[in-house]
């Protein structure tokens, strides 16, 4: 069921974002120059360590369902964004819990955050034109709650026998085949971390994490959120239970859309994922739009390197960014998980992360991150894709003193390495800076602070990655 919110009472984006015929903000407010780029104070909160949120609660309330139901609004006339070329005047609810994962989807396909803002046509599915599923949905066992059972029932001594809607693409399995050892020390080293001041890993989430919060709550959330951003009305936002990972950006009918697992969402922590999906990947996307290197054929034009593993690098920075403890946990484990993956089978595995991980479902869905694309789990092997995590951190965290983190936003998807020869050639007049990321110096602070409590060291980190 998708629901709309209704007629909103947010601010407007600026007229310079979505072209000349859109209204300005209802405050008046203009952006403001800074270092070439155009910065939009939509709202400037306290960068603070001390909290996950950034900026106090706001007072205004969205409507209730129910009221929405018994009392319709005519909505607002449509806005549009030139990057994705389709309405976005309010952010639309989604509650189902199979929207990104439904096999009748007769309209767009589920794309990587990297593939944003290039959205294709909708095209209806029919014997001629039926695509492969996107990876997301193909790497998902269709049998994985039966393997599931299965394996409970055995008391952990049985390998999951995994069935795919179709075959994963060869091409796919070959390229995640190999898992790195680069950072497995660092990846430890900050396990450890956790486990030394906390005891153990469900310890650190119940005293930093905070609760699970409703549905509610996450509405509310999403829009403060949105309105820091001065991108209210531009995403779909689903809520789901059906994903592996805690959040995802993707394309779904033809517009961005993020969609939110319900069991991650706990109250210290939602923002940080936010940070992540929209104010990483969806605006480094919409600044990519603006760029000559928006298409492949520019990429290749401009030599530019693979966006990854800066671009999740940099969103996993920022999921953690104000946590007073901002420890790279999942990023370390996943890491670690799919090192130990491709020398173990899924039993094997599963009673390593015993470890670190007591709740047994935990574990569980580690191991099926790690173990995705396999149809026999009790062979040796990984899907190594989630180590970018941890690869991109440790890169970013590297250079952090010499990289321009304010260009590295505004030339879009783009890597930390080719900002020093795309920078004359960026389109930044409509560029749009992540709120938390204005304050340099106070942006530099949060990035040392992470370094100090992961216990890394900058002695370490330039003897792996030498100039």
């Excluded at 947010?10 to 270092?35: A, E, S, V």
């Excluded at 009392?71 to 994705?84: G, H, I, K, T």
């Excluded at 829009?223 to 995802?248: F, H, I, P, W």
């Excluded at 790279?328 to 670190?356: G, K, N, V």
Aim: with cysteine.
């Amino acid at each position: 069921m998708v629901l709309d919110s209704g007629p909103q009472s947010y601010p407007q984006q600026h007229p310079d974002d979505f072209g000349n015929g859109l209204p300005r903000r209802r405050d008046g407010k203009k952006g403001f120059p800074c270092n070439g780029l155009r910065l939009y104070p939509f709202v400037s909160p306290s960068l603070s360590l001390e909290s996950d949120s950034s900026s106090p609660a706001q007072t205004t309330r969205p409507p209730s369902r129910a009221s929405c139901l018994r009392n319709p609004e005519p909505r607002p006339p449509l806005n549009f964004c030139p990057s994705f070329a389709s309405p976005c005047s309010w952010m639309r609810r989604s509650e189902s819990t199979c929207a990104v994962n439904r096999r009748d989807r007769a309209r767009g396909q589920i794309r990587s955050a990297a593939s944003l803002p290039h959205i294709p046509k909708a095209r209806a599915v029919g014997p001629s034109s039926r695509k492969s599923p996107c990876l997301l949905v193909a790497l998902r066992p269709v049998n994985i709650d039966a393997e599931r059972e299965k394996f409970f029932q055995s008391r952990f001594s049985y390998n999951p026998q995994f069935q795919y809607e179709e075959p994963v693409p060869e091409a796919v399995l070959e390229k995640y085949k190999e898992a790195s050892g680069q950072f497995i020390s660092q990846a430890i080293g900050i396990i450890n971390a956790v486990l030394a001041k906390y005891g153990s890993y469900e310890s650190f989430e119940a005293t930093n994490g905070g609760k699970l919060l409703s549905k509610c709550q996450i509405w509310s959330t999403i829009r403060k959120y949105m309105q820091k951003e001065g991108c209210s009305g531009e995403v779909v936002v689903q809520l789901t239970e059906d994903l592996l990972s805690q959040a995802v950006m993707m394309v779904e009918n033809s517009r961005p859309t993020l969609a939110i697992n319900l069991s991650g969402a706990r109250q210290n922590w939602l923002e940080g994922m936010l940070r992540h999906e929209i104010g990483t990947h969806y605006i480094r996307g919409v600044n990519n739009a603006h760029q000559p290197w928006h298409t492949l054929e520019g990429r290749k034009q401009y030599g530019l390197k693979p966006a990854n593993p800066t671009e999740e690098g940099l969103a996993s920075l920022h999921s953690v960014l104000f946590r007073k403890q901002p420890f790279l946990w999942r990023a370390a484990l996943l890491y670690y998980t799919i090192y130990q993956a491709s020398h173990m089978s899924f039993c094997e595995l599963f009673r390593d992360l015993d470890h670190y991980v007591q709740d047994v479902g935990v574990r569980w869905e580690y191991c099926v991150r790690a173990k995705r694309g396999q149809t026999d789990t009790s062979k040796p092997g990984c899907f190594s894709k989630d180590q970018v995590y941890l690869d991109g951190i440790l890169r970013i965290l590297r250079h952090r003193q010499t990289i321009d983190f304010h260009l590295l936003a505004a030339l879009g998807k783009v890597s930390y390495e080719d900002i020093d020869h795309l920078k004359k050639f960026g389109a930044l007049g409509k560029a749009r800076i992540p709120h938390f990321m204005q304050d340099r110096e106070r942006y530099s602070q949060l990035l040392d602070h992470i370094v100090r409590t992961n216990c890394l060291k900058d002695e370490e980190l330039e003897q792996l990655l030498p100039d």
